[in-house]
């Protein structure tokens, strides 16, 4: 059978604004306008918080300089995966996929779970009816839970009749959220709340080195910034050449770092910022939402509508982008046979991976039944799965560099720049695992994390039974489709063969070089 017939296709319907606002938007979700207060506190001070978000920010932006060259060298669905298995071959592929693919579906529940949060605090006891059961001490509610899956559904349809016209959303959510972050800040400031003298103490507080509160913002940095990953998700769907990823990469990290710290400073600075995190309601009860009490201080209603606005766009944008990156990458999985063939399946007038798309949507469906607290431990698994993510992309790059390297290429990279994203991808793994790290995870997210790895070695010994007999040949089609490496200039070396997927162009090499 012929190899091309067999390899579904995506219909290639995005710009560079909408895969910018899928990044974007995916940056910045729920935890950035609700974990504020939080985030200060695990820190020991807003110092270390800052500096955690911009250390972060620089340091993804050194592993997404693999991701540009990635991207221009295999613009295809399935993104890390993909690359994995150009520097490390189908073993590394499916380990990567599977582990990415814990992250992302986990962030499109979080932030469907965030709806409540933000819904019981506007419109309190509206959504508190219906008491289910009680999770890990986190009372679940059929409103709360309600109210997740209307929007999980919402997105889940929206995903399946399209990408382009969820690219469009996507920039629109995000043009909002960043107008509704401006006025808040701004707002803060005009009314006279902002006072620096609130940041103290810096750093220190609750026993907290400087060095430990800042490692401990560093470990997040992967879920903190995971979004900018969602571009090579959608490569294959680019209506522009792939070469522009690099600017799109680097300005939203450059972006989601400036909102970050933006909706931090608000927190911590219109009122001493540890005195935030003993605010209570008029009940007594202890706020949730430190950020929206904040801007409701200074702002009054005003304020709360201003930064709801945001967090809803936050949480809207971030779920639509998650969609379509969890399904795309469970797409490229499918289609290196390492998924049932079902998930393979391109929608005929949609030209979306439907099936994908369906089964995220009611796997996520499944998640706010768990309760908040359940679903909160899977934040710093996130962190693990997109720091193998990132592992992998950084050292494909170093590799490919390294056997094909060519000083002319225009988005060339210096192998170096690939090797520090590789060190920076193993620094925040081995922070969140290793114990007595100021970033070590929870029992309980080990536990689930054990339980999602037990998993997947199950599945993949069911799948390998499938994806092992296709010859080499094949494989790199599947999964890489028509894309071009140039051989040779390696050391000074001429040129060689010009390789095209896994066809070798007769017209422009001299021998039949396979890889």
Known sequence: MDERKKRAKLQKSMGPGSIWAVAVGSIIGWGCFLQGGIWTERAGGPLPLFLGFLIGGLLMIVVGYSYSYMIAKFPVAGGEFAYAYKGFGRTASYVCGWMLSLGYLAIVALNATALPVLASYIFPGVFTHGYLYTIAGYDVYLGEVALSLFFIILFGIMNYRGAKSVGNLQLAMVLIMCAAVVVSVVGVVVTGHFDTANLQPAYGAGGKSFGGGL????????????????????????????????????SALIVGALIYGAMALVTDCAMPWQQVLQLTDANGVAVKWHTGAILEFAMGKLGVGFVALAVCMGIFTGMNGFFMTSSRLLFGMARAKMLPSMFEKVHPKYKTPSVCVIFTMLLCCICPFFGREVIGWVVDMCSVGTAFGYFFTCAGAYILLKKYGDPNDTNRIRPS????????????????????????????????????????????????????????????YLILGNVQVVRGMRKGQQPGAVVQGNVVDPNRATHTTQH
């Open 215 to 250: 490692a401990s913002i560093l470990a997040l940095a992967p879920f903190l910034y995971v979004g900018f990953d969602c571009i090579p998700q959608a490569a294959e769907e680019y209506d522009f050449p792939p070469q522009k990823c690099k600017a799109l990469i680097v």
């Open 417 to 476: 720049t690939a090797l520090c994203g590789c060190i920076i991808s193993v620094a925040i793994l081995l922070l969140l695992v290793i114990p007595g790290s100021p970033a070590f995870m929870a029992p309980q997210s080990f536990a689930a994390l054990a339980a999602w790895v037990l998993m997947g070695v199950v599945f993949y010994f069911y799948a390998k039974r499938d994806f092992s007999t296709i010859a080499k040949r094949e494989m790199d």
